[in-house]
């Protein structure tokens, strides 16, 4: 990197110019036009089902940002779907289809819990050790589901084994597993619910700011620092050249010197990586024990989502976790003050990732009703 | 309680399912089905909310309290039980119900525990009796000379375990030469696998099959339509709830979460909370709280023996002469 | 030719237009009744539009199409067929893992009972090729990736005939064959003439157009420029139409000597992906202020070879060597920095990022060399500016940075990639097929280039189907045949000829018997086609759309 | 077979030593611990193979073909979502219970799958859409829409105890042994679903469209200018794919008799598995149904054991199938893939 301010400001400059050429605003409008157009049949859905859609969705924002609580609910569940929509982005950008991120989170969640718990008797108790154990955690997490993700990379890269579907076995496979071991022999004898033991006090995220005990300002800023560590990574380094052509056409990379085998497999492990935090922080930020995890939210699908609304951009994925943020959180507000099935969210999300998959039909919309101008 | 929030016509209560969801025709419903009826007879108003993510328990019941118009919160199942624990303190003024499990100390909790062991008991000492016994009804019989019943559990977990242990030990404790077949379909939806689980038992000699597997429990009965033999329901009367299959479905094994469900709602009501704080037991010794009942299409039908069997065997264990190895919620 | 019977084919006033390019301008075309018909012109003049229009898979602007003398609008090749008109793409159409009578049939399958009648389809190919002496019939069963290219070009051909073609058209026929095989293909396409048919091809290779066509027409910028009997013209009046200027065939004259060896392999030996010996025993010396040819007919161990040099593959015996110091194991990425450049076989899939624009390709290969990469962090602007550089030099169109590889055109493609190859000072270049697809005027600069590039101490590996190529730019020659290097020639002394029986595994004291060879056995003789290069092509961006 | 590679060949050696290696193992583990054959190996257990076996296969047929064309149609567990959840409704709705009530059900789940594959068709085909991802979104949608419908049916996700499909049975004939059972006492969506394999892979190795929808995928420009619409032909895989899903959701819903919308829904992975299933079939309609009965096998034996008290954890038995999958494609991996697949074809003009 230059040191010199101006060069280094320049490039940066030339950078944001190239992020933000009309793609990009095209961009924006697909995510914007998928989502407006998804949200709509969804209220048309909720007429013709005999319900008021003015008040499902006013139902939608209440739940989402109409109070503290509310509010504070959406940001939890942004941070969780910012950093797992990273996680996906990560690998997507490279070509490779990491759909095991929901596996690797749980991966990392249990490697999280389990080695705080086991160096918790030779850690002192307070503050200190409270943040190392958290600290500890975190880096179990991260080791944990970059080496359950770099499993199907290896397979992939050396074996030609597809990765859609070796991941979405993983990610059978680790909810099995760990479900069985969190209610077996990682269940504490006085444990009432199917859990492991809880985390030693002092391990955690402060609640600052917001006070929330399962929210922290702190795991919403570990997520944003992630975006920037990423997207910082992926344009300006080498090796975040490497991965972004190999994705766009493996081809030219190897050709240029990629190794794409081991691009496969430093692709999945960095997801994996970042998918083992969001399972960190849902362990200590929310939960403060693992459970089992068939009752851990789907944030891992979701995250697909989230990233292709992003176009798998990561700093995308922060707005469009936001979305759906609100859209989950607005779902509990909908369960209680509406009669409206809450699954109709899901299917509303499903919609959403429909429409971003055919960013031709927004292209054909935006010239027959003359919006948008001559792209394309 | 609750006058302040007069909107909507009556008071409100809540529920909030156990990871099963709702729609089980047993556990979830059949307490839900308790706070309509207490809900019809008051003039209250139900709120449902169904949670599937164990993770999202405590948040859900943070989001009624917090709302404040509630003047009880039901939670079905002991997931929800960490949550309680410190949602009993942070709002002390609200009237909470668990189902399976109760909050040490905790007064303005109401903690019902289910004795599902005993109930699998019960439906165990029902399945060894009529195996040996010459049933017919419709197209379906049992084979009397043969003694085999069957276990189809729903996923393979500590909780299902309970159930499965208890029923071989109420077996057992009717004729240790019955054989019980044992399997699991590993999911509470697939109901496909479980019909597979229950067909491959009757194929292999068992004649009864008594399923714990919440929703996917129907492809056992439909298993027993299809092999010309017989089921038995969980939690509430399933040939009730169930009655496309109330050929089939000889009795059930319940425990009167409704009659919890109302009986708490009617202490809210009726401002006797005390009557219901703290822990709270369904099971044998409790009038009716555990039991076993006729299915709808077999009532006069059965052998006496059953009705002797299941009598003697609530007596033994009240007087304390059964000792079951599981507990009610795991083993 | 009958004077007064109306022509095959009369195009009139075609014009075509995509976006903005005008591919065709008001262009008159006439074929006449048995003849061959040649067209020729630069990378995209518009040749191959216009026999799509003829095809039907354009529809023109403007303009009429008259078959036998009568006007025809075709809306889909189907109606061009059924008017008697096939088209060889050059990109061939063949479905790989079908057999080649399924291949032939296609669209047109004979049906029995509701199921396709092999039977009946394989006594009519058997028919028409016993006809023509096409040995395709003895590959029916054979699934098409199977073939050498050679018997891939006679397969589209009986599918053409099978659809009861009379007009043949052929886009760039000649560009993958062997010396041998465009010798076996011209005097197919007389005999089909003899039979009554007419034929169109196109070319970019003068000598073949002049030895096989009876007229010529010339397209520069979408416009006919004008159409000549072969008789009557000369390449240099060719070339000059083509491109609008003289065109030198001059070589220039060498002036450095060759130096010292800058890569060398020892005894260097390549299993190949399905097990078999691709490369064997080569022992190869390249040196500084010199360009190595590499002759030989595709399929023959080239790729291995390549890749053998620049690191892509790890050889299985042998030993590489760059300026004396061993790096049979090292990498594609080291190779890079310590100097070895390469110019790919497949520019579309390897040459450039096609959804990136210069700015970002300029970088492919270079992301971890200073000064665009220093310590894994990236200088944009060094590349930017290195992008503009390539650009000028190069004479790159249209010269703009921010614009997606994808819309270049080939030539303009391939500057760019020898651009950014030869952009920080490497000691030895692989050229693979440099001016593949090339026209004449761009091909004119890549060689200028290549050859100043030697002087200026180089050491250039250069591999091409194109002799005439390696006879202006080579110093020295080796022909590979079956994975090893079966002779070394001087480009200046050896013929044409001589170096296509070197390439088709004859000595050239086996020439004699040769001669009386049957040509129908030619594919045969060949050796098995090239796996990889099969699975280049499928895989490939540069599919004919 | 004129189609058969080598590549396929070699698996197919490949296969029949992996089994042949199988066979040994379980003879020796049969031996030493004294394992009740005779309990496991039984015609019942057979049969339910084929049951299991016949959703996947049906969903894999149909996905193959897709593929075949060069769409790869990932949306195949979400259409079986909805063949399923339309079955249930339709029963639900008409209310009688019928066995042609339940074949209704069928057609009415084949025919709604095949207009909402028609929205997806023209997702993927006229505007290009990212195949894995429209995919992806329609399994979302399925696992969203199938519990609301039933919600806004039913007041809950599951619906009531419905009809299902009963097996028929040849009289005297299904008296024979193991053969009687098998073919003569037999659901008649097994007997459909082996029609339809036989049909796909006559139509696919035999016919002119089986032709075009190979050359569709393999090379679509020839296909193109050999003067047949590419994307007609991929429109008709698409919709038979999604029909075939929904077909074996309905299949799936006609034997449980219940329609349960918690979870994965009671579809539950299957049509994740056949997808697998083809590949390992490697895109052959037999092989594909082969390998969905192995899956089918796995899953009922591992029940069988369960039934005959050999003590396996069934919660971690239950992952052999999935880990099964990965060692398949591991294997096996290097299926070859029609070349064109996931690409979007435009004719010029
Ligand atoms: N599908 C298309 N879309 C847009 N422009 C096109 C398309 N096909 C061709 N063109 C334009 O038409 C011009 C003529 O192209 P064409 O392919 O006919 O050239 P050509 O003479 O066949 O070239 P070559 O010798 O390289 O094959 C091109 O320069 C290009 O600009
Ligand atoms: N589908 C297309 N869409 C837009 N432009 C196209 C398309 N196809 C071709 N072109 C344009 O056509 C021009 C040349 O195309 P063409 O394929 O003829 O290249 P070429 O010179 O023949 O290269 P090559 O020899 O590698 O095929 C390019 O400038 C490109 O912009
Ligand atoms: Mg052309
Ligand atoms: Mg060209």
């Avoid at chain 1, 509010?71 to 490779?96: E, H, N, Q, S, W």
């Avoid at chain 1, 789907?298 to 798998?312: E, K, Q, R």
């Avoid at chain 4, 006609?254 to 079939?281: C, K, N, S």
């Avoid at chain 4, 003590?311 to 494609?329: D, E, K, N, T, W």
């Amino acid at each position: 990197m230059s040191d010199d301010p101006g060069r280094t400001r320049e490039a940066l400059d030339r950078v944001a110019a190239r992020l933000l050429d009309a793609s990009v605003y095209e961009r924006v409008g697909i995510a914007v036009g998928s989502t407006g157009l998804a949200l709509l049949i969804g209220l048309v859905v909720v007429a013709a089902a005999g319900h008021n859609p003015l008040l499902f969705a006013q139902q939608l924002v209440v739940g989402s940002v109409g109070s503290t609580g509310a509010f504070t609910r959406t940001l939890r569940f942004t941070t969780l779907f910012i950093l797992a929509g990273v996680a996906v982005a990560v690998a997507f950008r490279a070509g490779v289809f990491n759909i095991g991120v929901q596996g690797q989170l749980v991966v990392g969640g249990i490697a999280c819990v389990l080695s705080i718990l086991w160096l918790a008797p030779f850690v002192p108790n307070g503050p200190v050790g409270g943040a190392g154990l958290t600290l500890v955690g975190l880096f179990a997490a991260v080791v944990a589901g970059g080496l359950y993700a770099a499993l199907p990379g290896v397979l992939k890269a050396y074996y030609g084994a597809n990765e859609i579907i070796t991941t979405i076995m993983l990610n059978f496979i680790a909810i099995g597993i760990v479900g069985w071991a969190v209610d077996g022999p990682l269940r504490p004898d006085d444990a009432r619910s199917v859990r492991t033991e809880y985390l030693p006090e002092g391990v955690g995220l402060p609640s600052l700011v917001f006070s929330d005990p399962n929210f922290s300002i702190l795991g919403l800023g570990l997520a944003l620092a992630v975006v920037g560590v990423v997207a910082v990574g992926m344009t300006r380094t080498s090796f975040g050249y490497d991965m972004v052509t190999s994705g766009y056409q493996a081809s030219a990379a190897t050709f240029s010197g990629v190794d794409p085998q081991r691009t496969i497999v430093a692709t999945m492990t960095l997801s994996g990586m970042v998918a083992g935090l969001v399972g960190a922080v849902f362990a200590i930020m929310i939960q403060g024990y693992f459970i089992d995890p068939s009752g851990i939210g789907t944030y891992g699908f979701d995250a697909i989502a989230v990233s292709l609304l992003a176009a798998n951009n990561p700093v995308g994925v922060v707005p469009a976790s936001l979305l759906f943020g609100a859209l989950e959180s607005s779902g509990s507000h909908v369960q209680i003050h509406s009669d409206v099935p809450v699954q109709l969210i899901d299917g509303i999300v499903g919609i959403v990732v429909l429409f971003v998959a055919a960013p031709e039909l927004f292209r054909m919309l935006a010239k027959r009703t003359g919006l948008g101008g001559e792209k394309r | 309680l609750g006058d302040e929030n007069g909107g909507g016509g009556g008071d409100q209560v809540a529920i909030i399912s156990s990871d099963a969801g709702f729609g089980d025709n047993a556990f979830n419903d059949n307490a839900l089905e308790g706070l309509e009826e207490a809900a019809d007879e008051f003039d209250l108003e139900v709120t449902q909310v169904e949670e599937t993510e164990t993770a999202e328990f405590a948040a859900r019941q943070e989001d009624l309290a917090e709302d404040g118009s509630y003047d009880l919160i039901v939670m079905v199942g002991y997931q929800h039980y960490e949550g309680l624990a410190e949602h009993s303190e942070t709002y002390p003024d609200q009237y909470w119900m668990l189902i399976n499990d109760h909050v040490e100390g905790a007064d303005n909790v109401s903690g019902w525990i289910e004795m599902n062991n005993e109930m699998s008991f019960l439906a165990g000492v029902a399945a060894a009796t009529l195996t040996q016994e010459e049933i017919e009804h419709d197209d379906s019989a049992t084979d009397p000379d043969e003694a085999v019943v069957g276990f189809a559990g729903g996923e393979d977990i500590d909780l299902i375990n309970a159930f499965e242990e208890s029923y071989i030990e109420g077996v057992e404790w009717v004729d240790d030469g019955v054989d019980v077949l044992t399997g699991y379909g590993g999911s509470f939806s697939d109901s496909e696998a479980l019909n597979d689980v229950a067909t491959s038992q009757f194929d292999d000699g068992a004649d009864i099959v008594w399923h714990a597997a919440a929703a996917a429990g129907a492809g056992a009965f439909a298993a027993a339509q299809d092999n010309d033999r017989f089921a038995m329901g969980v939690d509430s009367d399933q040939s009730v709830a169930d009655d496309q299959y109330a050929d089939v479905i000889l009795g059930s094994a319940i425990k009167a979460l409704d009659e919890a469900t109302y009986q708490v709602t009617e202490a809210v009501v009726e401002d006797d909370w005390d009557s219901v704080s703290g822990e709270q037991n369904l099971s044998i010794e409790e009038e009716e709280g555990i039991d076993f009942v006729v299915g709808q299409e077999f009532e006069g039908e059965l052998p006496d023996s059953l009705e002797e069997n299941i009598e003697e065997a609530k007596e033994a264990y009240v007087a304390g002469e059964v000792d079951l190895t599981c507990g009610p919620t795991g083993c | 030719m009958t004077a007064d019977a109306p022509p095959a084919v009369r195009l009139e006033e075609i014009t075509k237009t995509f976006g903005d390019v005008v591919a065709n301008d008001a262009v008159d075309f006439r074929l006449e009744r048995e003849s061959i018909h040649a067209l020729l012109g630069e990378n995209g003049s518009g040749k191959t539009t216009l026999m799509n229009v003829l095809y039907g898979l354009y529809e023109q602007d403007a303009g009429t199409i008259h078959v036998d003398g009568e006007p025809r609008s075709f809306d889909s090749p189907q109606d061009a067929m059924a008017a008697g008109i096939g088209m060889i793409h050059q990109h061939f159409q063949l479905v790989e893992p079908m057999t080649v009578l399924q291949n032939v049939v296609l669209g047109h399958e004979p049906i029995d009972g509701g199921l396709v009648d092999e039977d009946a389809a394989r006594e009519e190919i058997e028919a028409l090729c016993n006809r023509y002496g096409f040995d395709v019939d003895d590959h029916l069963e054979t699934p098409v990736e199977e073939l050498d290219l050679g018997t891939r070009q006679r397969v589209e051909i009986v599918k053409s005939l099978y659809r009861g073609a009379d007009t043949l058209i052929l886009d760039e026929p000649t560009a993958v064959l062997t010396p041998q095989e465009v010798e076996g293909l011209l005097d197919l396409l007389e005999e089909l003439r003899a039979s009554g048919r007419s034929l169109i091809f196109i070319s970019h290779k003068l000598e073949e157009v002049l030895a096989a066509a009876d007229r010529i027409t010339v397209l520069r910028d979408g416009h006919a420029v004008d159409t000549v009997a072969a008789a009557d013209t000369s390449r240099q009046e060719l070339a000059r139409m083509m491109v609008g200027r003289e065109v030198s065939f001059e070589r220039p004259a060498r002036e450095a000597v060759p130096g010292e060896p800058v890569l060398e392999t020892e005894e260097l030996s390549i299993v190949g992906d399905r097990g078999l010996e691709r490369v064997s025993e080569i022992d190869l010396t390249v040196r500084a202020h010199e360009i190595l040819g590499i002759a030989g007919v595709q399929g023959n161990g080239q790729t291995e070879l390549i890749e053998a040099l620049t690191g892509h593959r790890v050889p299985d015996e042998g030993r590489v060597h760059l300026r004396g110091e061993e790096i049979t194991d090292v990498g594609r990425r080291q190779r890079l920095e310590a100097g070895i450049a390469a110019i790919p076989e497949d520019r579309n899939a390897e040459g450039l990022v096609q959804e990136y624009d210069l700015v970002k390709n300029a970088l492919l290969g270079n992301q971890t060399v200073p000064p665009y990469a220093n310590d894994g962090w990236l200088d944009w602007s060094a590349v930017e500016t290195h992008a503009e550089e390539i650009i000028e030099e190069f004479d790159v169109h249209p010269p703009d940075p921010t614009a997606r590889a994808g819309s270049l055109s080939g030539g303009n493609q391939q500057k760019f990639i020898v651009g950014r190859e030869i952009g920080h000072d490497p000691d030895v270049l692989i050229a693979a097929h440099p001016t593949r697809g090339v026209d004449v005027g761009s091909l004119e600069f890549i060689h200028d280039r290549l050859l100043e590039l030697r002087e200026e101490g180089l050491g250039i590996v250069l591999i091409s189907s194109k002799l005439d190529e390696l006879r202006a730019l080579a110093d020295r020659i080796v022909v590979m045949y079956e994975g090893a290097f079966i002779d070394e020639v001087d480009p200046i002394e050896t013929s044409d000829a001589e170096l296509g029986l070197l390439m088709a595994g004859q000595r050239l004291e086996e020439e004699a018997e040769r001669e009386t060879g049957d040509r129908s056995t030619l594919g045969e003789t060949r050796p098995e086609p090239d796996a990889e290069a099969t699975v280049d092509r499928r895989s490939g961006g540069d599919r004919e759309r | 077979m004129s189609l058969a590679t080598g590549a396929s060949r070699r698996r197919l050696r490949l296969g029949g030593l992996a089994l042949l290696a199988a066979v040994a193992l379980a003879a020796v583990l049969v031996v030493q611990f004294d394992v009740p054959l005779e309990r496991i190996l039984t015609v019942g257990f057979l049969n339910r193979t084929l049951m299991l076996a016949s959703p996947i296969a049906l969903a894999a047929v149909g996905g193959l073909y897709a593929e075949k064309s060069g769409v790869f149609n990932i949306g195949l567990e979400g259409f079986m979502i909805f063949g399923a959840i339309t079955a249930a409704a339709t029963l639900s709705l008409v209310g009688a219970s019928s066995q042609l009530h339940v074949w209704l059900a069928i057609v009415v789940a084949v025919g709604v799958s095949l207009v909402l594959t028609a929205g997806y068709a023209v997702l993927l085909i006229r505007y290009k859409a990212d195949q894995i991802v429209a995919g992806l979104a329609v399994w979302f949608i399925g696992l969203g829409f199938a519990p609301f419908l039933a919600s806004l049916l039913w007041g809950t996700v599951r619906s009531p105890g419905l009809a299902s499909m009963n097996r028929y049975s040849v009289p005297y004939l299904s008296e024979l042994p193991v053969v009687g059972s098998i073919l003569f006492n037999q659901s008649p969506l097994v007997v459909l679903t082996l029609a339809v394999v036989i049909a796909a892979w006559v139509v696919l190795y035999r016919t002119r469209y089986g032709y075009w929808v190979q050359a569709a995928g393999e090379n679509p420009t020839a296909l193109d200018t050999a003067g047949i619409d590419v994307n007609r032909v991929r429109y008709a895989t698409v919709l038979f794919s999604g029909a075939m899903a929904g077909l074996g959701g309905a299949v799936l819903l006609a034997h449980a008799g219940t329609f349960i919308g918690t979870g994965d829904t009671m579809v539950d992975g299957r049509g994740w598995i056949a997808i697998v299933a083809y590949l390992f079939g490697n895109y052959n309609p037999i092989g594909a149904a082969l390998a969905a009965l192995l899956f089918g096998g796995l899953e009922g034996l591992q029940v069988q054991f369960q039934t005959v008290d050999i003590a396996v954890s069934g919660r971690l038995m239950g992952l052999l199938p999935y880990v099964g999958v990965i060692v398949v494609l591991t294997v096996w991996g290097k299926t070859r893939m029609p070349s064109s697949v996931g690409e979007p074809y435009e004719s010029e003009e």
